[in-house]
């Protein structure tokens, strides 16, 4: 077995443990969160994103999902973006061949998606760390090497606040892969030099369909009053949001 160099994202659930208890006690609750991570688990993640891929045909071009089953879509797409996710406990990684230019851009948006679903569905935040370097990574089997590490402890040590951080040689490269596309521009330098995106770039992304601000702001606000009843000591975490939020909210339509 070889290594074999890999963009790789891994993303942790802030607040997971409060979200477990909290499932205990609210069945509603317990079969979303249930739903969400089931359905992940299933590989529905892949199959959004490979979904999203244009294909050809006598109508002109349309996204995948449009011709193909979800079962088809794997079959077809899988063998050419081979993108990889593990879930485990409150931990995602995500990762793609880093000679994939296609495969990386999925990746960021792969990333995208699953902040999407679980703030969307459930309230919860993430924190990650996204870098480039040796993996082995196997749906279902081994997951280790050297970029796990770093994405790990970009993770927990650098990343602070709910963003996902960016090491410098994995921004190099995807500065190139990105260069063009609605993707263009999403990771940005922070206020502490580290390269990153979060939240907020995500939910006022202009691809994206969520345009509400009352609604970010009802949500947010909602986050924040659950953080200050259980857990005080976590609210710079959403107040960081709340931050991020207050300097694109003038923006946002």
Not at 70 to 83: L, Q, S, Y
């Amino acid at each position: 077995m070889e290594y074999e160099k890999r963009l790789v994202c891994f993303i942790d659930l802030l607040g997971f443990k409060s979200t477990i208890e909290k499932s205990a006690d609210d069945s509603n609750f317990r079969a979303r969160l249930y739903e969400v991570v089931d359905a992940l688990g299933k590989g529905e993640i892949e199959e959004y994103i490979y979904g999203s891929i244009p294909i050809l045909d006598k109508d002109g071009l349309k996204p995948a999902r449009e011709k193909y089953s979800a079962a088809e879509i794997r079959e077809r797409f899988h063998p050419m973006v081979r993108m990889e996710v593990t879930q485990f406990s409150d931990s995602f990684v995500f990762s793609v061949p880093a000679e994939n230019d296609a495969a990386c851009e999925m990746l960021v948006k792969a990333a995208f998606a699953v902040h999407m679903v679980f703030f969307l569905e459930l309230d919860l935040l993430m924190r990650g760390g996204l870098t480039v370097g040796s993996l082995v990574h196997v749906k279902n089997g081994p997951l280790f090497g050297p970029a796990m590490n770093e994405a790990h402890a970009i993770e927990s040590s650098e990343a602070i606040y709910p963003r996902v951080v960016v090491s410098e040689e994995a921004k190099s490269h995807l500065d190139k892969v990105l260069s063009g596309l609605d993707l263009e521009g999403a990771i940005k330098k922070g206020f502490d030099g580290r390269y990153f995106f979060d939240l907020i770039d995500i939910l006022t992304w202009p691809a994206n369909a969520i345009r509400s601000r009352r609604d970010l702001s009802d949500r947010l606000f909602r986050i924040e009053k659950d953080i200050l009843s259980t857990e005080k000591r976590a609210h710079s975490k959403i107040a960081y949001l709340l931050h991020r939020w207050s300097q694109v909210e003038p923006e946002f339509s």
